[in-house]
């Protein structure tokens, strides 16, 4: 245990003294979070993604199947509705589909009774929080328009064809948004939308000063001698892993601080902080895991700097772009989705999203922990077993 | 504590087929100092590589007074200290934090911890610096703090790997004046360097080895002792071409530069009127020796001349 202590002490005082490796750990991820909120603030009040599904639930399966090919195309397709409302808010509530309109049993009828002005029939749309808000605009809008369609359709069948009283068109029908999981059921801003993507790839980013510093231990004889002296290999690595560990979650605590005071004192919104502060804890932990078990791997696999920033540098951008990070998955192609669903990065965003905007219980990040553990496990497996292979410890042999 | 000895050790890296090391065998006693000698690529880092545990899967033994190696290092890890060519520390950390930091990974700590770090820096002479970054140090002061580390345990097998490379002669010989220091009946002190006029005065016994194999091998005046009747000379001036003509006919006569000379003398009387032919000639003898080889020329002679990768 002394020899532990003393390895994380020097681990500490290594990083506590390579400001360049911090810049890069905080104020990286700190300044993608700010700048990224603010830039698209608008974007996300006005966005419209491709191919987002909903599905249409109502007592009346003709008026279910005439809004759901009212309400298809131009970004939004139909899927098969669920078995009731509960199960509706179930599959909303895990994103899939993101949106479900409910259609009230005697909608159609409301509709065909002379409008009155104020009493208008309502429709209840479920809404996924990480949703765009564009896109759940666009759909609002489509919503209600179906909605005066079909109330014209019925004016005019009543009328005989003729003209009658011209109906206020506008309020053909009222539509009330419910987001499912959020606190106060309020939309997401792009802050809360940014923090987890940009947090996780700061966390990620612990690969260049564990696989710098690992090289320059290596480089310089360090590693020889502590060998030597009889450290274990495995020693060494887990040496790496307490201090970083904590790093990784100073890097948590910093970002959803600069979301939640920063950003707001910018002229951004800020960010909602999620009632579940262990569940944020826990997906935090499983994605410092795994991006030290990244950073290790680099580290034993690395031979020189170059490589280890190569690997590391674009290898985390990498990753960043396919799962998500950087252009929301919703708009990628499906094939780019697919992919998504092997970045590591995309595991853990669906983690944070999981806490953070859908307010999500154990269950919910217990799929992409489980999946961040085994692979921090299977890259600390591969970073031993690399140096195993070699057995050499310095270029100098 | 008896003697290191290193029996019929072969090792080769993985992926290549020519042996780094082919049946080394030697033995350190303890009480000495030994020198271990080689071009580059003969091998001497992969051995002390081997003695120090960082490499593994050798052919033959590592013994450490009766006790294989590999059973110390499990039982008493800070029985070997090192000093690595490299400056094998922190940069970033200070003097202090370095030796804390070595000393608590080899099992060091409290009063313990303390009192070694306040011997070594006394013995290093670097007490005036511990609150200072190690990578802020001179050459010589680096190098220092290198064999303080070293030395942290108070290490029964002690591998010394050109300490002294890369610093100004007054280092130099403080560090040379420490390593001898060090030597004791219980320890065992392995030293390898380019500087062989370093080894030569430093080392007891000495091995001279080349493309993995021990060329040479046994107490430093065996090893220089010259059977052949060699006869060194260096003169102040270089020699006239006719008398070196002569030489070369009669003694074989060897040059080592433009005022050193070897000759094969075959009987201790002919040295007097070879001198006083040198003399006349106007090359006065600076420095005479027979019957025994300086290291550097021993090394050169067993090892050839070619250029090394």
């Known amino acids: ?397 | 504590m008896g003697t290191l000895s290193i029996e019929a050790l072969s090792f080769s890296y993985p992926g290549r087929d020519e042996a780094v090391l082919d049946q080394v065998t030697l033995a350190m006693p303890a009480g000495g100092i030994f020198g271990l000698l080689g071009p580059n690529g003969a091998g001497k880092t992969t051995l002390i590589a081997l003695v120090a545990g960082q490499l593994r899967s050798a052919a033959g033994r590592i013994v450490l007074g009766g006790e294989p190696l590999e059973r110390a290092r499990r039982t008493r890890p800070d029985f070997l200290g090192i000093v690595p060519q490299e400056y094998a520390f922190y940069p970033m950390l200070s003097c202090r934090e370095n030796l804390r930091f070595f000393g608590g990974v080899q099992g060091l700590g409290g009063p313990r911890l303390k009192e070694r770090i306040d011997a070594v820096a006394a013995f290093a002479r670097i007490e005036g610096v511990l609150a200072r970054r190690a990578g802020q140090l001179s050459g010589g002061l680096k190098r220092r703090l290198n064999l303080a580390i070293g030395l942290l345990t108070e290490p029964q097998v002690l591998l010394l790997d050109e300490p002294t490379v890369g610093v100004d002669p007054q280092s130099r010989a403080f560090l040379l004046d420490s390593i001898r220091a060090l030597a004791r009946a219980d320890r065992v002190i392995v030293y390898t360097s380019h500087y062989m006029e370093d080894v030569q005065a430093l080392c007891d016994r000495v091995a001279i080895i080349d493309r993995g194999r021990v060329l040479v091998s046994g107490t430093m005046s065996e090893v220089l002792q010259d059977g052949a009747g060699l006869l060194t000379l260096r003169l102040r001036a270089p020699l006239p071409p006719g008398l070196a003509a002569e030489w070369r006919s009669r003694y074989a006569l060897h040059e080592d530069g433009e005022t050193r000379y070897r000759l094969s003398i075959s009987a201790a009387a002919e040295i007097a009127p070879v001198i006083d032919a040198a003399r006349a000639a106007g090359c006065e003898p600076l420095a005479i020796s027979y019957g025994q080889r300086d290291l550097e020329q021993l090394f050169m002679q067993l090892t050839d001349r070619s250029l090394r990768e």
Do not use: Y
């Open chain 1, 1 to 397: 245990m002394r020899r532990l202590l003393a390895l994380w002490k020097k681990e500490w005082l290594a990083l506590a003294r390579d400001v360049h490796g911090l810049a890069v750990l905080f104020l990286m991820p700190a300044a993608f979070i700010v700048i990224m909120s603010l830039t698209l603030s608008d974007a996300f009040k006005g966005d419209r993604g491709p191919q987002t599904e909903f599905a249409v639930l109502s007592p009346d399966p003709t008026l279910a199947d005439r809004f759901a090919s009212s309400l298809s195309g131009e970004g939004f397709r139909a899927v098969a509705a669920p078995a009731g409302e509960t199960a509706a808010r179930e599959s909303v509530r895990n994103g899939k589909p993101p949106l479900a309109l409910l259609v009230p049993g005697g909608f159609a009828r409301a509709l065909a009774a002379p409008p009155s002005g104020t009493d208008v029939p309502e429709l209840v749309l479920l809404v996924d929080p990480t949703l765009p808000p564009m896109q759940l605009l666009a759909f609002q809008q489509r919503a209600l328009g179906v909605a005066l369609e079909l109330r014209v359709a019925e004016m005019v069948r009543r009328a005989g064809g003729t003209a009658g009283a011209v109906p206020d068109l506008k309020r053909a029908a009222t539509l009330s948004v419910e987001t499912v999981g959020n606190p106060g059921a309020r939309r997401p801003s792009s802050v809360q939308q940014n923090v987890p993507a940009w947090l996780i790839f700061g966390m990620f980013f612990v690969v260049m000063p564990i696989s710098s510093l690992f090289i320059v231990e290596r480089r310089d004889g360090t590693l020889a001698r502590l060998v030597a002296h009889g450290v274990p290999f495995s020693m060494l690595l887990l040496g790496k892993v307490g201090p970083f560990f904590a790093v990784n979650l100073a890097q948590a605590a910093l970002m959803l601080a600069a979301g939640r005071v920063l950003v707001p004192w910018l002229g951004g919104e800020a960010l909602a902080l999620p009632a579940r502060w262990d569940l944020l804890a826990a997906v935090a932990a499983c994605t410092s895991f795994a991006a030290i078990g990244w950073g290790l791997l680099v580290a034993a696999s690395a031979r020189t700097l170059e490589q280890a920033t190569v690997i590391g540098g674009v290898g985390n951008i990498l990753v960043a772009a396919v799962g998500g990070i950087m252009v929301p998955r919703f708009v990628m192609p499906q094939a780019m989705q697919t992919l998504a669903d092997f970045s590591p990065m995309a595991w853990a965003l669906d983690g944070f999203h999981a806490v953070i905007l859908r307010q999500g219980a154990a269950a919910d990040i217990a799929a992409p922990c489980a999946k961040l553990l085994a692979l921090a496990i299977v890259l600390l497996a591969l970073a031993l077993a690399i140096h195993h292979r070699r057995r050499v410890l310095g270029p100098a042999q």
